[in-house]
């Protein structure tokens, strides 16, 4: 069984501050992806990531795929109040399938 | 990227009530769907994956005559929870995959969740 393990569960921070999501797992990924999701929505895919070392910029987020594509990151620059959400990473791996980590409950605060 | 509707996004049922739970792909056809349960401030917990004309593949520890699923075409698949209890109460949410787009990439594409309150 693959496993994802996300930290932190959950974050709060004040804007204009910077952080770092992780995603970890002692199996290896063919790709994976983070997703944000507001309450009460279903999750938005923010990007993909299928190579080792790859790294991926959309904005203020940066994602950034294991060598070993067994992990990766997610980091936000200058957080603002729009951020808040629930980040969630998801490993694909056999049978079409996701395995998704916990996710990580962000709070910027104005 | 590929649009998913759920619909309801809402419903209230009272106890021993079935619920049908929609799920179309609308710009794009989906071979493969997946229904997720969601708690409160958890992360996703995946029931079934939904299998165009054929029977649909469930995980371990959750009931199959409990949690109907019917995929009848490129475009639809439906949840229903039969005689649903209390416990039953969750945010159920499916997605889809895009052949075409996504290929080895396993990108799914999620509806807006629905929200089930049983009574």
């Known amino acids: 069984t693959q496993l994802l393990e996300q930290s932190p569960q959950f974050l709060s921070i004040q804007e204009g501050e910077n952080l770092t999501v992780y995603c970890n797992s002692s199996?290896?990924?063919?790709?994976l992806q983070w997703y944000r999701q507001e309450p009460g929505e279903g999750p938005v895919l923010l990007v993909t990531v299928v190579t080792g070392g790859e790294v991926k910029k959309l904005k203020r987020l940066t994602f950034q795929f294991g060598d070993a594509r067994k992990d990766s990151s997610l980091h936000i620059t200058a957080a603002q109040t729009g951020d808040t959400g629930l980040y969630l990473c998801?490993?694909?791996?056999?049978?079409?399938?996701?395995?998704f980590g916990g996710g990580t409950r962000l709070m910027v605060k104005p | 990227g590929a649009v998913v509707s759920q619909h309801p996004s809402r419903v209230i049922c009272k106890s021993g009530t079935s619920v049908k739970i929609e799920c179309r792909s609308l710009?794009?056809?989906?071979?493969?769907m997946f229904w997720y349960r969601q708690f409160p401030k958890k992360s996703l917990m995946l029931m079934a994956t939904?299998?165009?004309?054929?029977?649909?593949?469930?995980e371990q520890g959750v009931e199959k005559d409990k949690f109907l699923i019917n995929h009848a075409s490129l475009t639809l698949s439906t949840l229903t929870v039969t005689s649903a209890h209390p416990e039953d109460s969750s945010f159920y949410i499916c997605?889809?995959?895009?052949?075409?787009?996504?290929?080895?990439?396993?990108?799914?594409?999620f509806g807006a969740g629905t929200r089930l309150s049983v009574l």
């Open positions: 199996s290896v990924f063919s790709s």
């Open positions: 939904s299998n165009e004309g054929s029977k649909a593949t469930y």
């Open positions: 710009d794009f056809q989906a071979t493969t």
């Open positions: 998801a490993g694909g791996g056999a049978g079409n399938m996701l395995t």
């Open positions: 997605s889809a995959r895009d052949w075409l787009r996504a290929g080895a990439k396993n990108i799914q594409y």
